[in-house]
């Protein structure tokens, strides 16, 4: 039986049972406008009810016998889900036993009528593409063969005969001047190069960024190499309207170069020529929401799929990166020998100082910082915001914790009312739970504290804090101390003059499966912000981390990080599955996966919320089959609601299951989380 013109359509809902495509006849009347990615109003089955969705494919005849229900209306001609786009978000989200909706959202923005219509009638044409720089710091050989993976596919050479090449770029560890003026990161500079160096090509390159401040450092060097007009923004923290123009920028048949944060790499790019991710171990390459894709396989999954050239860059390699590495997967490029940097621990220092060398600050580290200050900005890094990290009883010394949540108790400022970290609630009327003592002090120093002591201790210096609360992005030079948390270090004209990172023996002390390379990785991003030659002196840490980071190798550690893991079958030596829900449908997914070679679970053990968490570990080779059997057990339970959890509206309806794959969390202690910088 003839069906006519069919549209098969993903349906805009996050229930798995609804995750695939559903077949409608297209009337007549909406032949010219049903094309693939556009956005589409449908009917369901029951009550007369309509959903919303994208159009994939559009087929003539479809195979289905019976009688299929027509579209009802198509929202918008823009086709903003691209067919390579769909087939990416398919594959990510069948890894991640996702919905394919869930990733839909990250990728396509909100609709944005006025600018849709401007850019549907508008001229899509663009000016003359730009010349290609030169790529500074590396040798030629490294980069070039980048950039002539670009040309050929213009020759006629298609790309699944000559992908583009994969690399592990180790960046430039210190900072660069543009041309006006300005300062940025050497790192941002070099990715700006390699993006416009492809775009001059003819293809499309996709840079991804942690957080703001690398976007912010990216587009000022893009703006130094090519017109605006071939750059496309698209940013979580945009107003709704410029970032559904800069994601409809994206869809014009002219080359662009996209950057951003994690959505970037979901964004449509004709013929995709290069895809440069930075920093791939920050915590915020990791989507919060469903399913949880990291940016890192995003990239991965859509080099597979295009063949275009791949670069993964940080200060220092995460242990993914590691992995790929050593399985052949990446090659590493590094900079000249020259242009390492160096950490030197105070622990290495020959000092006759005694017990104080044990000090927070060594007397060797003071006089570091005092020459330092005469010819410019000091950096000072520490662990903690506020003024004291915790709050401890004065008579026990046990860590003083909210009376609401549990969570420990900080002092924000000098002579406030210690809060909870977790909740924030005031301390008002806090009594010790051990001893009942109604007396508390302040234990650690946070940024606050510690900018108010260097301040005395080098009076007439400008003491400036940069933290999660008061974030700076650039900061003066001259006489300036700048104290800052990890990760939100400013940058200074011509680099700082000397780096001082505090607290690394605290830092290591968090209980925490990534522990080692998350603090290797803080500390060389804030070492490569000081000038070229510049002291760089780490506090409190010894041992083989030490020694890596003096001789200007951290690739050392995360390759020892990588062995340590493959002994004891952790991350990324494996891949990971978290379940949590009721225990009968934990009990379930387990059981699911029964008889799998390569698969072992952990667990389950209680949460406090009434659930209970299992963590499946399987090799890398049985991703595809674990995450369709977890999928089904979703699609099982899916109807299914958990009974009501103490303390939780009871109205509320809980997954009986949730799955989330790669994460690292459940191996984390949560007694003492990381505080955000």
């Not at 959903?51 to 559009?58: H, L, Q």
């Not at 027509?70 to 398919?90: G, K, N, Q, T």
């Not at 044409?125 to 040309?151: C, F, K, N």
Request: with cysteine.
């Amino acid at each position: 039986m003839a069906t006519g013109v069919v549209a098969r359509v993903l349906l805009d809902s996050p229930l798995p049972q609804l995750d695939r495509l559903f077949d409608y006849r297209v009337p007549p009347a909406l032949h010219s406008q049903a094309r693939p990615g556009v956005r589409v109003l449908v009917p369901l089955r029951s009550a007369g009810r309509q959903a919303k969705g994208f159009v994939v494919e559009v087929v003539d005849d479809g195979e289905f016998e019976g009688v299929l229900s027509e579209l009802d209306d198509v929202i918008s001609v823009a086709p903003v889900l691209h067919p390579d786009i769909y087939r990416l978000i398919r594959r990510a989200a069948d890894r991640a036993a996702g919905t394919a909706s869930d990733l839909v959202r990250l990728a396509v923005p909100p609709r944005q009528v006025r600018v849709e219509k401007s850019w549907l009638a508008g001229d899509h044409s663009r000016g003359a593409l730009p010349v290609a720089p030169t790529i500074d710091g590396y040798a030629q050989h490294d980069v070039s063969s980048l950039i002539r993976a670009e040309h050929t596919e213009l020759a006629g050479v298609a790309p699944a005969t000559a992908p583009g090449r994969r690399i592990a770029l180790t960046a430039i560890p210190e900072p660069t001047r543009l041309q006006g003026g300005e300062w940025v990161p050497s790192a941002q500079r070099t990715l700006a190069q390699l993006a416009v160096a492809t775009l001059s090509a003819g293809r499309s390159a996709i840079i991804s960024v942690p957080d703001y401040r690398d976007l912010d450092h990216l587009a000022a060097c893009l703006a130094e190499l090519v017109d605006s007009e071939h750059v496309s923004r698209i940013d979580a923290s945009q107003p709704p309207a410029s970032r559904y123009r800069a994601f409809l920028r994206t869809l014009d048949d002219a080359p662009v170069i996209i950057i951003g944060n994690r959505s970037a790499l979901l964004a449509p790019a004709p013929r995709l020529g290069l895809i440069a991710l930075w920093d791939d171990g920050d915590d915020l390459h990791v989507e919060p929401h469903a399913p949880g894709v990291h940016s890192r396989d995003l990239a991965l999954l859509r080099q597979e799929d295009t063949g275009c050239a791949l670069v993964l860059a940080s200060h220092a390699r995460s242990t993914d990166v590691q992995r790929l590495i050593e399985v052949g997967w990446l090659s590493a490029v590094e900079p000249s020998p020259r242009r390492r940097r160096r950490i030197m621990p105070t622990v290495h220092q020959v000092s006759a100082e005694g017990p104080a060398h044990q000090a927070r600050i060594p007397s060797s580290a003071w006089k570091v910082v005092s020459e330092a200050l005469a010819t410019g900005p000091v950096l000072v890094q520490v662990a903690r915001p506020g003024f004291a990290p915790r709050v401890a009883c004065a008579e026990c010394g046990e860590t003083a914790r909210c009376e609401r949540c549990r969570g420990p108790l900080a002092l924000p400022r000098a002579g406030s009312t210690p809060s909870c970290r977790w909740c924030g609630s005031l301390a008002v009327g806090w009594t010790c739970s051990t001893c009942d003592s109604a007396r508390w002090r302040s234990a650690g120093r946070g940024s606050t504290r510690t900018a108010d002591e260097l301040g005395r201790a080098f009076p007439g210096a400008r003491v400036i804090v940069s933290d999660g609360a008061t974030p700076v992005q650039r900061a003066p030079g001259g006489r300036t101390l700048v104290v800052s948390t990890r990760g939100a270090e400013p940058i200074v004209p011509g680099g700082y003059s000397a780096v001082l990172l505090l607290d690394g023996e605290s830092m290591l002390a968090r209980e925490s499966l990534r522990v080692v390379e998350d603090c290797v990785r803080w500390w060389c991003n804030a070492a490569a912000l000081a000038a070229p030659d510049a002291p760089v002196l780490l506090v409190g840490v010894g041992g083989w981390v030490a020694t890596a980071l003096a001789t200007g190798r951290p690739e050392d550690i995360a390759e020892r990080e990588l062995a340590d893991r493959r002994t004891l079958r952790f991350p990324p030596a494996v891949r990971v599955a978290a379940l949590i829900g009721t225990s009968d449908a934990v009990a379930r997914a387990q059981q699911s996966l029964e008889g799998l070679d390569g698969v072992d679970v952990l667990g389950p053990v209680a949460l406090d919320d009434g659930r209970v968490r299992s963590i499946v570990r399987l090799d890398v080779a049985r991703g595809s089959e674990v995450a369709s059997r977890l999928k089904a057990e979703l699609v099982r339970g899916a109807t299914t609601s958990a009974p009501a959890i103490p303390g939780r509206p009871p109205r509320r309806r809980v997954p009986a299951l949730r799955v989330r794959f790669d994460d690292a969390e459940p191996f984390d202690d949560h007694a003492s989380p990381r505080a955000s910088s």
